[in-house]
């Protein structure tokens, strides 16, 4: 689908309702969800390490190569490079969400962590569509992410 986690914004108007809370979400059963058991970075950042990596350890300015896969809080997968090219970028330069510049410090190469990433973090007001027009990303919607740390350097 190409919309990748990098932070574009779409030329519709923003719908300025509430933002979105992860601690007050309800998740498809099927993301196996529990917020209250993951790590609280912010009251819109939480991650969970899946997989500890023993490679080289993330920090700011530190190029990435990546996959992913991220779905909306009702189990819907909205986009994911998994089995395709890796994603690559620079930490904290603005190139992703920033739910993501944040919760993929402290990662090691190799690991995998499952971001759950509130609307302030994310695209906040602003739906995101692919290519054809089609809505993927609804307003103030918290997102799923698995990531997996394939280098940094």
Do not use: H
Request: hydrophobic share 35%; aromatic share 8%.
């Amino acid at each position: 689908m190409a919309l990748s986690a990098t932070a574009c914004l779409s030329t519709s108007e923003p719908n300025l309702g509430t933002p979105s809370n992860p601690a007050t979400e309800t998740f498809a059963s099927s993301l196996g969800i529990n917020v209250s058991q993951m790590t609280k970075v912010s009251d819109d950042l939480y991650y969970q390490d899946l997989t500890v990596g023993t490679g080289t350890q993330v920090s700011p300015g530190k190029d990435l190569s990546v996959t992913y896969t991220g779905w909306l809080a009702n189990g819907s997968q909205f986009d994911s490079n998994v089995g395709k090219d890796a994603l690559t970028f620079t930490l904290q330069t603005g190139v992703v969400i920033t739910g993501w510049d944040v919760g993929i410090v402290g990662m090691r190469a190799g690991g995998k962590r499952r971001l759950v990433i509130g609307s302030n973090l994310a695209y906040g007001p602003y739906p995101q569509y692919d290519q054809l027009g089609r809505l993927v990303i609804p307003s103030n919607a918290t997102l799923v992410f698995d990531v997996t740390v394939l280098s940094t350097q």
